[in-house]
Nanobody, 122 residues
Framework: QVQLVESGGGLVQAGGSLRLSCAAS????????MGWFRQAPGKEREFVAA????????YYAGSVKGRFTISRDNARNMVYLQLSRLKPEDTAVYYC???????????????WGQGTQVTVSS
């Protein structure tokens, strides 16, 4: 079982930046692809970004590509999401996710964190 705990959310003005962190425990971190999803009020949860076990392969939703950056630190069992040039439509609860398969991490990850709120004011 993998446990995931997110942190770093908050309130920020449009155009600003935040860095989300996700601490993983309970599994062999290097064996998992990691990802971030988000869910805005009244909307379905959507894929944001994913990263392979080595940190080389990254994937992004079109709406965040060029503004968000995913990274991981395998020595610290951490994954990060740098959010830049934030827009009010980025307001959502952001969830960290993990899955042994890079193909599943973008669709239906096996493990989820509790989420961290990001609110972008206009």
């Amino acid at each position: 079982q993998v446990q995931l705990v997110e942190s770093g959310g908050g309130l920020v003005q449009a155009g600003g930046s935040l860095r989300l962190s996700c601490a993983a425990s309970g599994g062999t971190f290097r064996g998992y692809a990691m990802g971030w999803f988000r869910q805005a009020p009244g909307k379905e949860r959507e894929f944001v970004a994913a990263i392979g076990w080595s940190g080389i392969d990254t994937y992004y939703a079109g709406s965040v590509k060029g503004r968000f950056t995913i990274s991981r630190d395998n020595a610290r069992n951490m994954v990060y999401l740098q959010l830049s040039r934030l827009k009010p439509e980025d307001t959502a609860v952001y969830y960290c996710a993990a899955d042994p398969s890079i193909s599943m991490i973008t669709r239906a990850p096996a493990y989820w964190g509790q989420g961290t709120q990001v609110t972008v004011s206009s």
